[in-house]
Nanobody, 125 residues
Framework: QVQLVESGGGSVQAGGSLRLSCAAS????????MGWFRQAPGKEREGVAT???????SYADSVKGRFTISRDNAKITPYLQMNNLKPEDTAMYYC???????????????????WGQGTQVTVSS
């Protein structure tokens, strides 16, 4: 089992920044794909950014150029730096782990095995 705990969410004005962190514990392996996902009320959960253990990343088109995912491989901890936040970024953000290695980790949430409880990000205009 893997336990994931997100932190760093909050309320900011449009144009502001936040940095999300995800603490991982349990039977973790550096080969796992790690990702950030989000879900707004009434909407389906969507992939935001993913990263593997050699730093290959994938981003949703809506966040490219504004969000950056990084990773501490010693702890498989992923981070999400979010700049130039927009009201449409408002959502619950989740950290997730996928028990395989991939040259480019998928953005589809159905692939991921372990999930955190989420951290709320609210962006006001």
């Amino acid at each position: 089992q893997v336990q994931l705990v997100e932190s760093g969410g909050g309320s900011v004005q449009a144009g502001g920044s936040l940095r999300l962190s995800c603490a991982a514990s349990g039977n973790t392996y550096s080969s796992y794909c790690m990702g950030w996902f989000r879900q707004a009320p009434g909407k389906e959960r969507e992939g935001v950014a993913t990263i593997n253990n050699i730093g290959s990343t994938s981003y949703a088109d809506s966040v490219k150029g504004r969000f950056t995912i990084s990773r501490d491989n010693a702890k498989i901890t992923p981070y999400l730096q979010m700049n130039n936040l927009k009201p449409e970024d408002t959502a619950m953000y989740y950290c997730a782990a996928f028990k395989v290695w991939a040259p480019r980790c998928p953005l589809k949430h159905h692939d991921y095995n372990y999930w955190g409880q989420g951290t709320q990000v609210t962006v006001s205009s």
